[in-house]
């Protein structure tokens, strides 16, 4: 369990913040915008409305004993990012993960003592030339090279079929592909049945190989 | 091969129209501000100074013969990202994929006719939470909000017990996470057995909530 500090509540620190909370790890999140706090309450453990910048307001909530700071402001507020970073390490925090902006920003950052820097657009933009086009997954992990687990949606043909219909459980097995769970609206259901119907709007979890992923890519079109 | 138009070359739009262009799609690239056009040039096959929310230049370019168009405006710019998207869809465009700076902006864009919806920030804040730190998952992909698949190394503690001494399987449960395959080596078991034994340089491919997940994060450090 870590205690980790998230300043800048903007879209990436308000994620980094909720996410950690939900992982288990205690959060403290601190935005110069009331609003922003207001939001956070009680999807972290403390949200205080503050200025990160003033060095007196992180030593009134004991940041250097963190063991983690995420400085998580963008590019409307890149000099505040490089004094937060600077503060924070200044303060002895042994592991401060800055947000850039630009790589100009980046190897600033690095500059001062971050130990990591985090590019969010750039590694959505990678991801998204990948992933985003590869008209089969929505989203793909490998576990080894060529097999891995892909999630996407059902090919239209496969709709109202049970998966053993579809040919997509062990026992037919037409695509040599597991099915390891199904997404339906907000919520999951895990190792499904051979008798579970493929609703339009499913997203399936899969793992195969590249290639039996490829052939249900190809039916999906 | 691809015909994509990418517009707004915000770090976003020109890394994914970059990455395309790496990857062998024919890439038209659309900014109003005449400095990013001079960075892309050479980076991508076209790029051209214009206002993308005028529907004659876009006639102009034939946009409508593409096969996927990005529209990649930020928060700065959510109107604009609007407009142009319905004009992709009204001219055709068969794959329009919309970056959204709220879950607003976001259903906005699916109600004119998106057809995906990508927010860069909230994704790389979620993996960024799994990844971004020295412990815990190599990779993480969600299937819900607070339900996913991470690949993680085990905790020592658990070298050499079976899953289910682990408390890793279905019967015990103990940390209501599914561990979907191993990765030993160059292979790979899918659905392990209860009485598979965890050695060290697994790799596990487990699906949990964050607080379960990060429960055994907790055991690897
Ligand atoms: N001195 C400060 N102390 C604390 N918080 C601050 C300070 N300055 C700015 N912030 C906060 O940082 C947050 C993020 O700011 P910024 O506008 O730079 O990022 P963003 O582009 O909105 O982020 P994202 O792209 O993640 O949505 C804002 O909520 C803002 O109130
Ligand atoms: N009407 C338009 N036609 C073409 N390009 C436009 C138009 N309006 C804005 N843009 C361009 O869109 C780009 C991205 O704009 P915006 O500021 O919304 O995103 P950003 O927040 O900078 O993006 P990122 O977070 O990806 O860095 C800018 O380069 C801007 O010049």
Redesign the interface.
């Known amino acids: 369990?870590?205690q980790v500090c998230v300043v800048g509540l903007?879209?990436?620190?308000?994620?980094?913040a909720r996410?950690?909370y939900?992982?288990?790890?205690d959060v403290l999140a601190i935005d110069i915008d009331e609003e922003k706090i207001q939001e956070m309450l009680g999807q972290v453990t403390y949200a205080v409305w503050a200025d990160a910048t003033n060095e007196s307001v992180l030593k009134e909530f004991e940041v250097s004993d963190y063991d983690?700071a995420?400085v998580a402001m963008?590019g409307n507020n890149i000099q505040t990012s490089i004094l937060v970073t600077a503060l924070m390490k200044g303060m002895g925090v042994p592991?401060v993960?800055a947000r850039a902006?630009?790589d100009i920003h980046g190897s600033t950052l690095e500059r001062i003592g971050a130990d990591?820097i985090?590019?969010?657009?750039?590694?959505?933009?990678?991801?998204?030339?990948?992933v985003?086009?590869d008209w089969g997954a929505l989203?793909?992990?490998p576990?080894?090279p060529n097999?891995g687990?892909c999630?996407m949606r059902p090919p239209a043909a496969m709709y109202h079929k049970t998966l053993e219909e579809a040919g997509l459980c062990n026992s037919s097995d037409r695509y040599n592909l597991?099915v390891?769970?199904i997404?339906r609206g907000?919520?999951?259901i895990?190792?499904p049945a051979d008798d579970e119907e493929v609703q339009p709007g499913d997203?399936l979890?899969v793992?195969g190989t590249n290639e039996h992923l490829g052939e249900l890519y190809e039916l999906a079109v």
């Open positions: 369990k870590k903007g879209r990436f620190g308000s994620t980094i996410e950690l939900q992982t288990g790890h983690v995420v963008g592991y993960i902006a630009s990591k985090i590019h969010p657009e750039m590694e959505s933009g990678v991801r998204a030339a990948h985003g086009f989203d793909y992990m576990i080894v097999f687990i999630k597991s390891m769970a997404r907000r919520t999951y895990m190792n997203v979890i793992a």
